[in-house]
């Protein structure tokens, strides 16, 4: 069975080779940290080197967009924060601070670059972070894109992958994010959030405190399922507020940072 597995990663591994980059972008990137991964595990990707093999390759215009396979169980893990050396950095061409941003769905994080790289600069990334999930080992592979359209133009020279090992998942859930409501024409409000992210969601709970007269009364929610709405239709107009906190649930009970969410 493992033979049948690795076999099967060689020839995942073999058509990455095939995939359809940008031949206009000549910019490397390479890692040298450790190829094999675990499930439920966060490891970083470092160091991780980038370099311009041409003048206007790497601007300030696109900046850097690093992309995590997208059918693949992985994505980047925010809470550490990305530090940035070389002569990228000793020139003024990235800020050794740059602030990051991440993609709605974590597959795609965001250096922001200040002024455009001349050829053979580098930039050298530690504290860059990703997590896997409970799911298949596979091949996967690290991208980057130069000119924001959120495409592959360059892969990684180094492939990667994740083992079948069972891991204990101490790893909690992304918040919801995007939180907004509508009223419909019963009187109902209903909640709605971005697409959850993470692979492992069991459920997202939603706590309802109602305020009326200054005084508070609780509603706890157990809203099982991988969604993001749900319908209020215990909503007054006497109420003075409403505030629902949010949070998400994965299968072993790991519980997101809570997000509150007043009307």
Same mark, same amino acid.
């Given at each position: 069975?493992? *033979?049948?597995?690795?076999?099967?990663?060689?020839?995942?591994?073999?058509?990455? #080779?095939?995939?359809?980059?940008? @031949?206009?972008? #000549?910019?490397?990137?390479?890692?040298?940290?450790?190829?094999?991964?675990?499930?439920?595990? +966060?490891?970083?990707?470092?160091?991780?080197?980038?370099?311009?093999?041409?003048?206007? =390759?790497?601007?300030?215009?696109?900046? +850097?967009?690093?992309?995590? /396979?997208?059918?693949?169980? +992985?994505?980047?893990?925010? =809470?550490? @924060?990305? *530090?940035?050396?070389?002569? #990228?950095?000793?020139?003024?061409?990235?800020?050794?601070?740059?602030?990051?941003?991440?993609?709605?769905?974590?597959?795609?994080?965001?250096?922001?670059? *200040?002024?455009?790289?001349?050829? =053979?600069? *580098?930039?050298?990334? /530690?504290?860059? &972070?990703?997590?896997?999930?409970?799911?298949?080992?596979? /091949?996967?592979?690290?991208?980057?894109?130069?000119?924001?359209?959120?495409?592959?133009?360059?892969? !990684?020279?180094?492939?990667?992958?994740?083992?079948? +090992?069972?891991?204990?998942?101490?790893?909690?859930?992304?918040? %919801?994010?995007?939180?907004?409501?509508?009223?419909?024409?019963?009187?109902?409000?209903?909640?709605?959030?971005?697409?959850?992210?993470?692979?492992? %969601?069991?459920?997202?709970?939603?706590?309802?405190?109602? %305020? @009326?007269?200054?005084?508070?009364?609780?509603?706890?929610?157990?809203?099982?399922?991988?969604?993001?709405?749900?319908? !209020?239709? &215990?909503?007054? /107009?006497?109420?003075?507020?409403?505030?629902?906190?949010?949070?998400?649930?994965?299968?072993?009970?790991?519980?997101?940072?809570?997000?509150?969410?007043? %009307?």
């Amino acid at each position: 069975m493992k *033979k049948t597995k690795y076999f099967f990663a060689w020839m995942l591994a073999l058509s990455f #080779a095939f995939l359809p980059l940008k @031949t206009a972008s #000549a910019a490397s990137l390479g890692s040298t940290f450790p190829t094999v991964m675990q499930l439920q595990e +966060i490891r970083d990707f470092s160091p991780l080197t980038i370099e311009a093999d041409e003048e206007e =390759e790497i601007t300030a215009e696109h900046g +850097i967009n690093l992309i995590l /396979d997208p059918d693949m169980w +992985i994505l980047w893990h925010t =809470e550490a @924060t990305p *530090k940035f050396t070389g002569e #990228a950095v000793e020139n003024g061409r990235v800020s050794a601070n740059a602030e990051v941003t991440y993609s709605s769905d974590y597959k795609v994080v965001h250096i922001p670059v *200040k002024k455009d790289f001349l050829p =053979e600069e *580098k930039l050298e990334i /530690d504290l860059l &972070q990703a997590r896997t999930y409970q799911y298949d080992f596979s /091949d996967r592979y690290l991208g980057m894109d130069l000119n924001g359209d959120l495409e592959v133009d360059v892969l !990684d020279l180094n492939h990667y992958e994740v083992e079948d +090992i069972d891991n204990t998942d101490f790893i909690n859930p992304y918040p %919801v994010s995007g939180a907004q409501h509508e009223l419909n024409e019963e009187g109902e409000l209903i909640l709605t959030w971005d697409a959850l992210a993470d692979y492992d %969601v069991d459920y997202v709970r939603i706590d309802k405190t109602l %305020v @009326t007269n200054g005084e508070d009364k609780s509603f706890p929610k157990a809203y099982s399922g991988y969604k993001n709405e749900f319908t !209020d239709t &215990q909503i007054t /107009d006497e109420a003075d507020s409403v505030t629902y906190e949010i949070y998400v649930v994965d299968f072993v009970g790991n519980v997101s940072p809570t997000v509150e969410y007043t %009307v």
